[in-house]
């Protein structure tokens, strides 16, 4: 194959699936046929004027290999700012996939756009299939995403390329950092490349679980869920984290399948606002202050940690689905939801780690 070494000098880049970096040279890259398969193409030297239209919807592979599948990835996410990585960190059940195809679908859907980022189309396959095997059948349907398999510790999810109106892009990318697995990180490459690379976080808790207790009148009082302290324990190896009282990475706590508590204040009254078209700081601490007591009312403190333990946590009310489950009648079953997915406040998190590492543009926040 033409192309020279791919570990050879040029630029490094991230690959976004396995967040490895390495040096790409600008002009291997691969194009899929007509089956889907990527075949190699070189293009001309990059000050070449035919370079960009050349480089259009082609990919770049990355050398590392983790499991059975090469990683290609759209070169348009190598021509840009560097990617944002976010993670969903929960129990199992938490909510996390539900949360990220919720979210996913909102993005695609341009619900960004109102807060200055658009979505740009890129030729990412595993996007299409994701939407394809996850997102619509969840949006058409209500069909529930499946539970992930805890094969990896943490593991790609999903990525898109968001620009701007100022102007400069970025690939988002997702990792769904698997359960209480996360305390065996150590041994795992990707985990901990993860904890190194991760941008921001989103702790997930299902509001459930609280509510059951407090009605059992479980007075041990403790509802923990093991994978919060496991991620925390892993960021704080991180070089930059060392000597910090707290971390300084943006978190935000989301209580998902807030649609269960919907008739309940204080839920009520955040889950049924439209999603504001900025960012309002004030109204942000409000919830955030409306969600701490509604947890630790409910005895929920160990889940309130990433507060103590971040420079930044805000709180939010979220509903991936917008209405109850149904459980399967048989083994067989798809899981799904009363009605087609209505994903309810699913990008505030988002947009709040956005604003903290500087991607919201500050006309589209107010206050500080
Ligand atoms: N009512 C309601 N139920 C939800 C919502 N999101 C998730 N659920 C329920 O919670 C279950 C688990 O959600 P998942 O998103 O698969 O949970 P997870 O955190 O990814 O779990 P693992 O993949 O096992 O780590 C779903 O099958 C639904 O029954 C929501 O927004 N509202
Ligand atoms: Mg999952
Ligand atoms: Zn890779």
């Known amino acids: 194959m033409s192309g020279g070494d791919e570990r050879g000098g040029g630029q490094p880049v991230t690959c976004v699936i396995c967040l490895e970096e390495f040096d790409w040279d600008g002009s ?3 194009r899929r046929n007509a089956q889907g398969i990527p075949e190699p193409v070189t293009l001309p030297a990059r000050e070449s004027l035919r370079w960009s239209a050349e480089a259009k919807g082609t990919i770049i592979r990355c050398p590392n290999r983790i499991g059975d599948d ?16 976010i993670g969903l960190v929960g129990n199992s059940s938490a909510g996390k996939t539900c949360l990220l195809a919720a979210m996913s679908g909102e993005i695609d859907r341009q619900r960004l756009g109102p807060r200055g980022l658009q ?8 996007h299409s299939q994701y939407r394809t095997a996850v997102v619509d059948p969840f949006y058409t349907r209500g069909i529930a995403p499946p539970h992930t398999n805890i094969t990896d510790l943490v593991r790609y999810a999903d990525s898109v ?22 305390k065996g990180l150590h041994g795992d490459e990707v985990a901990l490349r993860f904890l190194h690379r991760v941008d921001g976080l989103i702790f997930v808790a299902d509001p459930t679980l609280a509510l059951d207790s407090a009605r059992r009148g479980n007075d041990s009082g403790i509802i923990d869920d093991p994978t919060y302290a496991a991620t925390i324990a892993g960021l704080r190896d991180r070089p930059s984290e060392a000597h910090r009282r707290r971390l300084s990475i943006p978190a935000a ?6 649609d269960l508590l919907r008739f309940e204040p204080p839920v009520d009254q955040w889950l049924s606002r439209p999603a504001p078209s900025v960012l309002d700081v004030e109204l942000l601490h409000r919830e955030s202050r409306d969600a701490y007591a509604f947890l630790y009312q409910r005895r929920a403190t160990a889940w309130l940690s990433p507060v103590d333990q971040f420079e930044q946590c805000s709180l939010h009310f979220v509903s991936a689905s917008g209405s109850s489950f149904i459980q399967p009648a048989g083994d067989g079953e798809l899981g799904r939801f009363a009605r087609p997915a209505r994903p309810r406040r699913v990008l505030e998190p988002l947009v709040t780690l956005l604003a903290a590492l500087g991607r919201i543009d500050d006309h589209f926040v107010r206050g500080s």
């Open 70 to 85: 090469a990683h290609y990835f759209p070169v348009g996410f190598v021509l840009n700012d560097r990617p944002i990585v």
């Open 161 to 182: 390329l968001l620009t701007s109106y100022s102007g400069h892009s970025f690939p988002l990318v997702f990792f769904d950092a698997a359960g209480e697995q996360l």
């Open 119 to 126: 979505t740009v189309p890129v030729n990412l396959t595993e």
């Open 253 to 258: 706590l989301a209580i998902t399948k807030s």
């Open 28 to 30: 291997r890259v691969f």
